[in-house]
């Protein structure tokens, strides 16, 4: 068949004419393994609720709801210079940011660093030594003084996203390693000495005002030009989200005696939902991608839904036909290349989506020049069919998240600040989302979207030097929830 040429549809569920048997049969399968009805994201979206309820009981639950010391949203008056730096997963970033007196505006200068592979999986020292020698040149570069220690100490804001327990705004114990990061000797500790000795160790001119992490800045960045964002959320190479709750209704920080009614910013930490394998629609191939983790057990709904883990499901999914099923897929070749463990990311997936042509042709150069594997039309379809699957199964329960926080805190409308190469990139993954969304609150039909997720500010930058400054504030107002060390803030 030859190509037609670019068009836009979401999904080419009539193209299977000539599939054979043996490969429909295969794709019927995947499509009943992966695909989230509405009566199931409303059963996963209930038991959510429960879980965000449990985490911030003093028994807490698989979700950790980590009351984080920011204590309530900028009013966009903010001011100051700021650093931010940024540990996300796939990048490092060291980033200036001037909050300027117009109401909600903002300068920003920034470098990126690549996390290097062996140091997600090395020892501890090494990351916090590279982690000092990024912001070294960051400041050496931006900063034209011959004596660094002659510069007043800049605010900054770390913004490392990971679960972790905080006692104070710029303290946190690494609970656990998430996206596939498993450097030892942090779990357990602080991170904030470890932090501060390299930096100390550098005389960087330099004073930690918050730990954050990556969903309460954008929590709170996009509070900071739309004050009706109530939520903020990461789709990436991990998932997560934050909202503001009352002190009141966290009884696990009730010991503080905080006034019920002072808001304080929680980190659900929910890429742990459902650890127990009660409600979520897990498949073969979830079970696989858990086990073989550095974590097994933990994050179940991350690693069904973040951009770490979609293309190794797809890979795996493909294998599995190769080698196991009553079907021709791949037959004949050599698919060394793809039994390479996360060989795909999430943008090999996105690629296929995104293909505009009838025949896949796109598709199919994709498969050779990545994985020397020549494909023929049916598997073309196959693959097509797949990715739309996964990338759909990912929007659809992504949703469930979102729903249960609004649910629980009784939101009937607001807006949702997201941030994410998978929220920014990956197709369709904002209109399924919305769809789920719809499916689950029962909006009524021809009803303008009430809750509606958007693209939100730079959380992890701009977010970070908003909270620094938020704690700043409030330390010279008196209010000292979560403040370590008084004369050290201001
Ligand atoms: C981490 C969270 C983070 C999320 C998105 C998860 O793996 O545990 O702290 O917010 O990824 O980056």
């Not at 789920?436 to 979207?449: F, M, N, S, T, V």
Request: glycine content about 8%.
């Amino acid at each position: 068949m030859v190509g037609l040429g670019p068009r836009r549809q979401p999904s080419r569920k009539g193209s299977m004419a000539d599939v054979p048997d043996d490969l429909l049969e295969q794709i019927r399968y995947l499509e009943r393994i992966f695909t989230v009805d509405q009566a199931k994201l409303k059963e996963v979206t209930k038991h959510f609720i429960k879980e965000l309820e449990k985490g911030l009981s003093v028994e807490g639950g698989s979700i950790p709801m980590n009351p984080t010391w920011v204590m309530g949203f900028p009013d966009g008056y903010e001011t100051g210079s700021y650093l931010a730096l940024d540990m996300g997963g796939t990048n490092l970033r060291v980033c200036e940011i001037i909050l300027l007196e117009e109401k909600g505006e903002f300068d920003i200068i920034q470098s990126k660093y690549r996390m290097p592979d062996e140091l997600k999986t090395g020892e501890s020292e090494e990351l916090w030594e590279y982690i000092a020698d990024c912001i070294q040149q960051f400041i050496e570069y931006h900063h034209e003084v011959e004596d660094l220690e002659k510069l007043d100490k800049i605010p900054l804001g770390f913004t490392f996203s990971f679960p972790a327990t905080q006692t104070y705004i710029d303290n946190g114990v690494l609970q656990r390693w998430t996206k596939g990061f498993d450097i030892s000797g942090v779990e357990g500790k602080d991170v904030a000495p470890l932090f501060e000795a390299a930096i100390a160790k550098r005389k960087l001119p330099i004073r930690l005002s918050a730990l954050i992490n990556d969903t309460t800045g954008t929590l709170i960045a996009s509070a900071y030009t739309d004050d009706t964002m109530k939520i903020g959320c990461i789709f990436g190479t991990g998932c997560n989200a934050a909202y503001m709750e009352n002190c009141g209704s966290v009884p696990k920080i009730a010991s503080y005696n905080l006034p019920p009614d002072m808001p304080i910013a929680i980190n659900c930490e929910y890429g742990a939902f459902d650890n127990e394998h009660y409600v979520l629609p897990r498949t073969p191939y979830d079970i696989v991608i858990d086990e073989d983790s550095p974590r097994p057990g933990q994050q179940a709904f991350e690693k069904m839904i973040a951009g770490l883990y979609l293309g190794e499901l797809f890979r795996l999914v493909l294998v599995d036909l190769h080698d196991n099923k009553s079907c021709k897929v791949f037959q004949g070749q050599d698919i060394s290349k793809l039994r390479k463990a996360y060989t795909l990311d999430s943008s090999f997936l996105s690629m296929i989506e995104e293909d505009p042509f009838e025949n896949l042709s796109e598709t199919g150069d994709l498969f050779r020049r990545e994985l020397g594997i020549t494909t023929n039309k049916p598997e073309l379809e196959l693959c097509r069919r797949l990715a739309e699957l996964i990338g759909t199964r990912a929007a659809r329960l992504s949703a469930c998240g979102v729903a249960a926080i609004c649910t629980k805190k009784n939101i009937k409308s607001c807006h949702v600040g997201a941030d994410g190469s998978v929220f920014n990139k990956y197709p369709h993954f904002k209109a399924r989302g919305a769809v789920a969304l719809r499916e689950i609150l029962d909006w009524e039909k021809g009803q303008k979207d009430p809750i509606s997720i958007l693209a939100a500010e730079d959380g992890s930058g701009v977010g970070a030097a908003l909270i620094a400054a938020l704690t700043i504030k409030r330390v010279k107002e008196g209010n000292l929830a979560g403040i370590r060390n008084v004369e050290g803030m201001i």
